[in-house]
T-cell receptor, first 115, second 112 residues
Framework: EAGVAQSPRYKIIEKRQSVAFWCNPI?????LYWYQQILGQGPKLLIQ????????DSQLPKDRFSAERLKGVDSTLKIQPAKLEDSAVYLC?????????????FGSGTRLTVV | GESVGLHLPTLSVQEGDNSIINCAYS??????FIWYKQESGKGPQFIID?????DKRQGQRVTVLLNKTVKHLSLQIAATQPGDSAVYFC???????????FGRGTSLIVHP
């Protein structure tokens, strides 16, 4: 079974620039999550999708972050404009729907450096 | 001991020793707990889980202990190997939710 694919692996941008990350979840997984992991901390949930609908985006800084999952499969996370404190690893995870939703699988993440 | 800021708590052991990684969780309503292993440059990887109606669960070389009275989890790794070197996170999931909330993490360093 292929894992959760993310790209790019690394990105360096200047503050106030824009950046986008892409995630392709495991085939058949209805639920997709974006996490932000700041160095030395555990991942923090930004947004959860179920199919192509948003379930929880309460932790997403909506003034600069946006995410979409148009066809219920791939997802993109965008930051515009970026700030220095956005430097982190952005992890995508997917899980099946329902009680087996505990079966989280994470991608390897995109490491963002804002300079 | 525990540090602040960017410094993760660190556990250094010799290859072949047993390792114990501890975690305090915060939500008494959490009824499901997971330990994850995160190697450098990779996402967290599931190791073992435990439900709140259990106090111990064993896997291959790993055991998770749950003490609900003091809201404490531990992960025991038997015969630790260099490949076990990673950051270990505990995560708690409240009843009715599927979303893990991650703890701070402990860096395990295994010396050959």
């Amino acid at each position: 079974e292929a894992g959760v694919a993310q790209s790019p692996r690394y990105k360096i941008i200047e503050k106030r620039q824009s950046v986008a990350f892409w995630c392709n979840p495991i085939s058949g997984h209805a639920t997709l999550y974006w996490y932000q992991q700041i160095l030395g901390q555990g991942p923090k949930l930004l947004i959860q999708f179920q199919n192509n609908g948003v379930v929880d985006d309460s932790q997403l800084p909506k003034d600069r972050f946006s995410a979409e999952r148009l066809k219920g499969v791939d997802s993109t996370l965008k930051i515009q404009p970026a700030k220095l404190e956005d430097s982190a690893v952005y992890l995508c995870a997917s899980s099946p729907l329902g009680p087996t939703g505990y079966g989280y699988t994470f991608g390897s993440g995109t490491r963002l450096t804002v300079v | 001991g525990e540090s602040v800021g960017l410094h993760l708590p660190t556990l250094s052991v010799q290859e072949g020793d047993n390792s114990i990684i501890n975690c305090a969780y915060s939500n008494s309503a959490s009824d499901y707990f997971i330990w994850y292993k995160q190697e450098s440059g990779k996402g967290p990887q599931f190791i073992i889980d435990i439900r709140s109606n259990m106090d111990k669960r064993q896997g291959q070389r790993v055991t998770v202990l749950l003490n609900k009275t003091v809201k404490h989890l531990s992960l025991q790794i038997a015969a630790t190997q260099p490949g076990d070197s990673a950051v270990y996170f505990c995560a708690e999931i409240p009843g009715g939710s599927y979303i893990p909330t991650f703890g701070r993490g402990t860096s395990l360093i295994v010396h050959p």
